[in-house]
C-alpha cells in the first residue's frame, strides 16, 4: 500500500474512534447496553444491522463463492423473492419477537415455555455463535495480509507454529471491537456501525463506477465464456456440473430463509433496539433498497478480478498473482484470498486505501456485533436464570462487558489454531445449521398456542446433534485418518468419509427437516393446554402502552391488508412498501419468464446472458447512486434523534432481561 492508501485508513479509523469514545456519555443502564434502551429508528436500525450482518467475512466467502460461479447464482437467488417478500412485508417472526419486548431468543423461551428450555438454548446457541464467529478473526486477518502485501513472520511456541503478522492484526482488530462494544454497549455498536455503513454506501457506487471504466464488458464477458460446457459463468441453465454453489445450494438456502428468519442471534441485538415493532418492519422494508449497490459490487469484483487473470494483455501481472496464490499451501485459503491478492493489484492509490478502509470497517461492523451478541447471550441466557434477584446494573454491566471479551479471547484463540477445510459459506451452513431447532421453536411459539416445551428442547437436540457430527467427523478424519490408502480403509472408516463429503447445505436441510417433525409430534404428544400469547406478545389488553402505534389509515383496504400494509403505515410507508413490491416482482417476473421461455420455447443463448448481465449491472448501479444519499441522510437524522431521545428518557433499571410471572403464558 502506498502511504497515501495508509494515511486515509488510520484516519477514518481514528476519527470513528473519537466518535464511539463519544456515544460512552449515553449508557446509562443494561437497557442501554443491551437494545439502546429500543430507541432506534428505521434508518439507523436498517443501515447498521445492514453493515453488522454483512462484514469482512461474509465479504471475503461471496467473493470466493462468484469467483468460482460467476452470475448465475444472482439468477437463482431471484427465486428467493417471493418468500422475501412475505417475510418482510408480514413481519414474520422479527415483529411478534419485538411484540415481546424480550433481549435475546432465549429470554422469550422462559416467557413462552420454561426457565430449562431458556438455559438449555442459549447453551446451546451461544456455543454455536461462538463456533461460528471463531473464524472471523482469522479470515479477516488473512484479508489485510494478502491485500495489504504484509508479509508473514513465523516462529514456533512449543512445538507450535505461529505466525506473528496474522496474530499480531487479529490481537489489532479484536481489541478495537472490543473497545467499540464494551464502551456503550449496543448504543455505540449502532451508531458506529450505521456510520461505517453510510461511508460504505458511497464507496460501493464509487467502486462500481471505477470498476466499469476500468474493465470493457467485452473483455469481462469474453474471460467468463471461456468456463467449461456444465460450469456457465454467465448462463444459469448450463451449470450442471458446479457441485456447490448451484440452483439446490440456493433452493435449500431459500427454504432456510423462511425457516430460520429469525433465529440466528450473530445481530440480536437489532432485533430489539428498534423504536417500536412498526419501526422494526419499516427498517426491513427499506433493506431491500440499501442492499442494491452492496449486491451489485459483490458481483463486480470478482468478475472483474476473473477477467484481470484471463485477458492475455494482463498476463504478466497475472503470472505474479497466481505465483503468490501458489505460495498459499491451503487449498481453501488459496481459494479466499485469490480476490483480494489480484484486487491489490487492480484498484489505484486512493482508491485502494479507501477499500481498505472499507473492509476494515467491515471487520469491525461484524466483529463488534458478534461479540456484543454472544457476550450478552452467555450472561442473559446461561447465567442470569439461575438467578432470584437481579443484579445491581452497574454490576451487571461489568458482568456483560467481561462476558464479551471472553469471547473475543476465544475467537482469537480459535482463529489461531483451527483448520478450515471447506467453503465459508459451507462452514457458516454447517455452524448456523448447530441451532436448526431454534427455528422451530421460535416460529411455532410466536404462533402455535400447543407447541409445548418438550417439543422444544427436542428439537433443539436433534438441531444440534446432527451439525456436530458432521463437523467433528471432519476435523477427526482430517487430523488422523487422511493418510490411510482408500483399500485399506474399513466399511465404517468409508462410512464417516462419505458423511465428510456430503455437501454441508444439504445436512443443514435435512437438519431443518428433523427439528420440524420433532417439535410437531412431541408437542402434540405433551400439550395439557394452549397458552395465551396474547399475554406473551404484550398485546390486548396486555399492550405495553410505550410502545402503542397511532393508526394512521381507519380505512386501510382488505388488499392493504392481504399485502401486509396494515393501518399502522403512513402515507410514505405506504409508498415504500410498493415500490419495493414493484422492485422485487419485476425482477421475480424477469425471471420466471426466462426459466418458462428458456424451457420451452428455445435455450436462450450465452450471447443473450452476457447482454442481459450488463442490462442488469447497469440498471442497479444507476438507482444506487440516489439510493446512497437517501440512506446517508435518513441514517444522520436517526442518529441525531437516538441522541435526543437518550438524552431525555426516564431509564427503568428494572429492564434487564428477568423473566416476572406476569410475563408468561
Known sequence: MHWIDWFITIGCLAGLSLGACWTFRYMQGVADFLAANRSGGRYLVSVARGMSSFGAVSMVATLEAYYVSGFPPIWWQLMRIPVAIVIVLSGWVYYRFRQTRSFTLAQFYEKRYSKFTRIY???????????????FPAIASRFFIYFCDLGSYPVSVGGLEIDLVFAGIMLATLAIALL???????????????????????????????????????????????????????????????????????????????YVFGNWQGSQAYDTSALSPHEQKMGNIISTWRTVPQTLLIILIPICVFAFLQVDA????????????????????????????????????????????????FLITTQDTYLHSWGSIFIQDVVLP???????????????????IGVGLFAFIFSLFFEQRQYILMFFALTGAIISGAGAMLAGGLYWPRGTATGACVALTIGWIIPVTKL???????????????????????????????NDQYVWFWTMMSCIASYVIFSLLTCRRPINLDRVLNRGKYAKEVERVD?????????????????????????LATTVIGWNFGWFGI???????????????????????????????????????????????????????????????????????DEKG
Open 180 to 258: 467499540y462494544t464494551c464502551l456503550g454497549g449496543q448504543i455505540t455498536v449502532m451508531v458506529t456501525d450505521c456510520a461505517q455503513g453510510v461511508f460504505t454506501g458511497v464507496l460501493f457506487v464509487i467502486l462500481a463506477f471505477y470498476l466499469l471504466h476500468r474493465f470493457a464488458w467485452t473483455e469481462v464477458t469474453a474471460s467468463l465464456l471461456t468456463a467449461p460446457a456444465g460450469h456457465s459463468m454467465v448462463n444459469p441453465y448450463d451449470t450442471a456440473r458446479v457441485q456447490h454453489f448451484n440452483m439446490w445450494f440456493y433452493l435449500i438456502d431459500i427454504f432456510g430463509a423462511f
Open 591 to 661: 425471471f420466471l419468464i426466462g426459466t418458462c421461455y428458456n424451457a420451452l420455447v428455445s435455450p436462450l443463448t450465452d450471447l443473450f446472458w452476457t447482454r442481459f448481465w450488463l442490462i442488469w449491472v447497469w440498471i442497479n448501479l444507476l438507482i444506487s447512486v440516489p439510493i446512497a444519499i437517501w440512506f446517508a441522510i435518513g441514517a444522520m437524522k436517526d442518529i441525531r434523534s437516538l441522541f435526543s431521545r437518550l438524552s431525555t428518557m426516564r431509564r427503568d433499571q428494572s429492564d434487564m432481561g428477568m423473566v416476572t410471572s
Open 386 to 404: 439461575f438467578r432470584k434477584k437481579p443484579f445491581s446494573p452497574q454490576f451487571h454491566v461489568t458482568l456483560l462487558r467481561l462476558s464479551i
Open 121 to 135: 438454548a442459549g447453551i446451546v446457541a451461544w456455543i454455536a455463535g461462538i463456533v461460528n464467529f471463531g473464524i
Open 314 to 361: 494482463q498476463s504478466n501481472q497475472a503470472e505474479m498473482i497466481n505465483s503468490a496464490i501458489g505460495e498459499i499451501s491451503n487449498k481453501n485459503i488459496a481459494s479466499q484470498m485469490t480476490v483480494p491478492i489480484a484486487l491489490s493489484h487492480i484498484l489505484p492509490v486512493g482508491l485502494k486505501g479507501l477499500f481498505c478502509v472499507a473492509m476494515l470497517f
Open 551 to 575: 393508526m394512521k389509515d381507519e380505512a386501510s383496504s382488505i388488499w392493504w391488508k392481504i399485502l401486509g400494509i396494515t393501518k399502522e403505515f403512513t402515507r410514505t410507508d405506504r409508498w
Open 472 to 502: 467433528a467427523n471432519g476435523q477427526v478424519l482430517a487430523r488422523m485418518f487422511d493418510d490411510v490408502p482408500v483399500e485399506e480403509r474399513g466399511h465404517l472408516l468409508e462410512t464417516a468419509y462419505w458423511l465428510d463429503g456430503m
